[in-house]
């Protein structure tokens, strides 16, 4: 009997221990796989600035680690406007990077980054599994200042199911989910920066000089137009209702409206942001709103949709100087009236965004603008004028400047947010992309 219990407890312990050994190899973490460094991907884009935008862009993806090439080819609406395509390549290749949509190309300086590094990182953890788009998935993430980083593995074939980024201390929120994965090289073409990034953007057949009113969204310390962006009234209209339609108080509450004389001979539209502009800064630039037209609409009729234009101080001419002297481009004729933003919201402004669901042309909003712009009458929709410092001179004397090259100016990442995750990361670009196209 002794040696039959005997036996029992040892099967029994025996039972026992490989019971534990399963229940471990039940709840440990899986092996982070390896994934390839080359492979295309079907690619979706979901990407959300809170107060600012949200947008989805679908397309294809390429990835060449070992080169230090990625390429997005993506298709979307404007701000949900189904009528308004874009179509954009996204070159990150070693020393810059490139967006190229509808035709018009945009370069910075940059630093190729490898996304995938994070994933093997040590400080990245398993914390479960998800189900995406009806595939099972392993997870893993890690928390840096205030990001977060996940990364969704098929459990199935271990190939990359989604990518997730968010930075809840900025509002911005980016998942990038991937289909049809093919491992592999790509063919070296498809990484070759198109040759439009390279030549100088050509200058619209202009007819000679005119006045043209414009806007700008400002801040009460910085009313001057020099190495800005503005608009006309349909074209300014949406940056104006995503920042009053925030729940913050914005830096920018004035809407001045100006006219100014400019030679029609237009060349790329610059961006124009911390007192610089690039990639044109020998004339005026113009372009539809978001360059939703072909060739960004640079000598088009944009009044459909409204015309963004820079206008960069090296070719702003002085008060003694007409358009035309010294190679100066444009001047300012006169400040029409400032209005604040807080009068814009007491007239229903922000409603009237609301009520087009901030869709592009916004026709509601734009008329708010004009009347407020137009008029005194409170009781009507108007605006009282907000009266300009003393001391501001439209047309300053011309500092002594080379004027530079029409094309291929790099920015720097100064006045970015100061993160290196975060500038490096594919596709977080566009952050600031969005927020350099006014400031």
Not at 15 to 31: G, T, V
Not at 211 to 218: A, D, G, K
Not at 238 to 244: D, G, K, V
Not at 393 to 413: C, D, E, G, T, Y
Request: contains cysteine; hydrophobic residues 35%.
């Amino acid at each position: 009997n002794n040696t039959k219990t005997m036996r029992i407890s040892l099967l029994s312990f025996v039972f026992f221990i490989f019971s534990l050994n399963q229940i471990y190899l039940i709840n440990a973490d899986p092996a982070k796989p390896q994934l390839p460094m080359q492979f295309n991907s079907t690619i979706n884009v979901n990407s959300t600035f809170v107060g600012v935008y949200s947008q989805v862009f679908n397309g294809t993806y390429y990835f060449d680690a070992p080169n230090e090439h990625n390429k997005y080819e993506l298709f979307y609406d404007v701000m949900y406007n189904p009528q308004l395509k874009l179509l954009t390549g996204i070159y990150l290749v070693p020393g810059a990077n490139y967006f190229v949509t509808n035709g018009v190309c945009r370069s910075w300086n940059g630093q190729w980054f490898n996304f995938l590094d994070l994933f093997y990182d040590d400080d990245t953890v398993y914390v479960g599994q998800e189900e995406i788009d009806n595939r099972n998935t392993n997870v893993w993430e890690q928390k840096y200042h205030g990001q977060t980083f996940k990364y969704a593995i098929s459990v199935e074939d271990n190939s990359l199911v989604q990518y997730k980024y968010t930075f809840p201390l900025i509002g911005y929120y980016q998942t990038q989910t991937f289909s049809d994965v093919v491992a592999g090289p790509s063919n070296p073409k498809l990484f070759d920066v198109p040759q439009v990034c390279f030549e100088p953007s050509p200058l619209c057949n202009g007819s000679g000089v005119q006045n043209i009113s414009i806007i700008r969204f400002h801040s009460d310390t910085d009313y001057s137009l020099d190495n800005h962006n503005v608009a006309d009234l349909i074209g300014d209209v949406y940056f104006i209702c995503i920042t009053l339609g925030r729940d913050t108080h914005p830096v920018d509450n004035l809407v001045t409206s100006f006219q100014i004389m400019t030679n029609t001979s237009f060349g790329a539209y610059a961006k124009c942001n911390s007192g610089n502009c690039v990639n044109n800064t020998a004339s005026v630039g113009r372009a539809a709103t978001y360059g939703a037209k072909p060739d960004g609409g640079q000598c088009a009729d944009n009044t459909d949709i409204g015309t963004w234009y820079s206008l960069p101080s090296e070719v702003h001419c002085s008060e003694n100087e007409e358009i035309g002297d010294n190679g100066c481009t444009w001047k300012v004729n006169k400040q029409f009236k400032t209005i604040s933003g807080d009068c814009l919201k007491q007239q229903g402004f922000v409603e009237a965004c609301k009520e087009e669901n901030y869709r592009i042309p916004l026709v509601k909003a734009s008329q708010k603008l004009l009347i407020a712009l137009s008029s005194t009458d409170t009781n009507y929709g108007g605006c009282p004028a907000v009266t300009p410092p003393d001391d501001l001179v439209w047309n300053p004397p011309r500092l002594k400047k080379q004027v530079a090259q029409n094309q291929n100016q790099k920015f720097s990442n100064k006045g970015m947010i100061k993160n290196a995750y975060l500038t490096r990361q594919p596709l977080h670009s566009e952050i600031y992309e969005f927020m350099k196209q006014h400031d």
